[in-house]
């Protein structure tokens, strides 16, 4: 988990989203690179004679300059701390400018609430961490939650947070009753334990819906992150617009997420 890609944007959330990345990489060791994006096609006018579609290029110029203003300022900020960094600029719409920039990312760092935090686990990205709403996450995390159904995308989550595992003083296995799949959870407290990670599973008596039943668990063990697989491909509407995973993308106070397809 040594190279960080962080989405840069002027939204409220940004501070706490850097200060996030800033503190991973300090604990890894890692690289954050910041992305700044200006998407040209939403600045395509269609022409009213009928004519087509054509590049308001003033308007163009003008958001490339502000950005590039904008990721001047970012690498000031940057070399004040201590941690290496590079400003990456993009000029495409922000899934597709993400994907490309995360081909040799280990971690693509968000804000929870981020719109395109869903679409985003499904395009292909390296696992992707959701900073906390309006506070920044501390490393090493006391406590850490593992979702565990014994899919594929649980297994693919928990394969990629183990650099974080490996330094957090607790790690908590939930399952939820029923919920089991292929892969027994032993066998992910297993594959931990060749890491050096102590975990410990927990089986969550099911009252009500799965996703009600797990938030319950997370808050029982009172873990600052939680780790989970992100559902796709034939289950995207699934994915998109409900289910476990839409649940705690939605939950205003939740932790911090660490999800993978």
């Known amino acids: 988990m040594r190279s960080i890609l962080v989405y840069a944007d002027r939204s409220e959330e940004m501070e706490n989203r850097l200060q996030t990345a800033l503190g991973l990489a300090r604990a890894v060791e890692g690289h954050v690179s910041l992305l700044v994006d200006t998407p040209v096609a939403n600045f395509l006018a269609m022409d009213a004679m009928g004519g087509g579609g054509y590049l308001a290029a003033e308007a163009v110029r003008e958001a490339v300059s502000r950005d590039d203003a904008y990721a001047d300022e970012l ?7 201590d941690v290496p960094f590079d400003v990456l600029r993009g000029e495409e719409d ?26 985003l686990a499904v395009a292909g990205t390296p696992p992707i961490l959701l900073a906390p709403r309006g506070r920044v996450l501390q490393f090493p995390i006391d406590c850490v939650a593992v979702a565990w159904d014994g899919s594929d995308e649980a297994a693919a989550a928990l394969r990629g947070s183990v650099p974080l595992l490996k330094q957090a003083g607790e790690v908590h296995v939930l399952v939820v009753e029923d919920k ?82």
């Open 94 to 119: 922000p899934i597709d400018a993400l994907v490309e920039a995360s081909r040799l990312a280990d971690l693509v760092v968000l804000s929870h609430g981020a719109e395109l935090a869903s679409e």
């Open 75 to 81: 690498a000031e900020q940057m070399r004040r701390e």
């Open 180 to 261: 089991s799949g292929v892969l027994p959870p032993l066998d992910a407290v297993t594959y931990l334990s060749r890491h050096g990670v102590k975990a410990e599973v927990q089986t969550i008596a099911r009252v009500g819906s799965v996703e009600e039943s797990l938030a319950a668990g997370v808050a029982r063990v009172r873990a600052s992150l939680l780790v989970m697989g992100a559902f796709g491909h034939s289950r995207l509407r699934e994915f998109l617009m409900g289910g476990v995973t839409r649940y705690f993308l939605e939950l205003e106070d939740g932790p911090a997420l660490l999800f993978a397809h």
